[in-house]
């Protein structure tokens, strides 16, 4: 069974702070994708991060980084410089197949 | 790009209504889903179908049927809506094995409340 946990349900942080996203996942698979996901108030979830489980490698675009730590299972993102567009629900998710697995989301707020 | 469109952004119906949600993506992939998006219980699967014809159930089922008679196109059917019902919903598609990933691709998603 897979599993994610976005154990942050609100994050609320003042422009131009850095903040991070925690995402936690369980699986008993060795090749599996881990994503990130926003969902701006607009509804639709836009696709952000690709990750497989054998790269480890951290990823930076632009102000937006992710950290992938196989060790402690978790898939982490941090906003540098947060803006106010950054305001949304990410969501973490986890595929070893056809069906991912989503965790509950994160809404982050960004206050000017 | 990918694009999945949903045909309805925002739509009000009674109890006990049939309510069709149509989805159609450009991409030609084989897996479509549909997910219920409720605040506090994030994302969960209805139904999602592999190929055309094709349809398996996902976590909550009950109280709806899906159709996938094009490759294309994946209709989400509330056979008779219920105010439980009223939600955000979400279509989305991706292509099938580990090659690509199983990127998924989501449509704008279609506000329902049912009255």
């Known amino acids: 069974a897979q599993k994610v946990t976005q154990a942050q349900t609100e994050i609320s942080v003042v422009e131009k702070e850095d903040v991070t996203l925690d995402c936690v996942y369980e699986?008993?698979?060795?090749?599996?994708?881990l994503f990130w996901y926003k969902q701006p108030p607009s509804g639709e979830l836009v696709f952000l991060i690709r990750r497989n489980s054998f790269d480890e490698q951290n990823e930076i675009s632009g102000r937006y980084s992710w950290n992938f730590q196989k060790s402690t299972s978790s898939f982490n993102f941090t906003i540098t410089a947060s803006q106010v567009v950054d305001s949304a629900v990410y969501f973490c998710?986890?595929?070893?197949?056809?069906?991912?697995?989503f965790g509950r989301g994160t809404s982050l707020i960004v206050h000017p | 790009d990918v694009k999945v469109t949903q045909s309805s952004r925002y739509l009000v119906k009674r109890t006990g209504e049939k309510v069709f949600l149509e989805c159609v993506q450009d991409m030609d992939h084989e897996n479509m889903f549909w997910y219920r998006q409720d605040p506090g219980l994030g994302l969960r699967l209805i139904y999602f179908s592999y190929d055309v014809k094709m349809k398996e159930k996902g976590d909550i089922p009950e109280g709806y049927s899906v159709s996938r008679e094009k490759k294309e196109r994946f209709s989400l059917i509330l056979e008779s809506a219920s105010t439980n019902q009223t939600s955000m919903y979400l279509c989305a598609s991706s292509t099938p094995g580990l090659i690509s990933g199983n990127t998924i691709y989501f449509g704008e998603g279609s506000w329902l409340t049912v009255v």
């Open positions: 998710a986890l595929s070893a197949g056809y069906i991912p697995t």
């Open positions: 699986t008993r698979d060795t090749t599996y994708y």
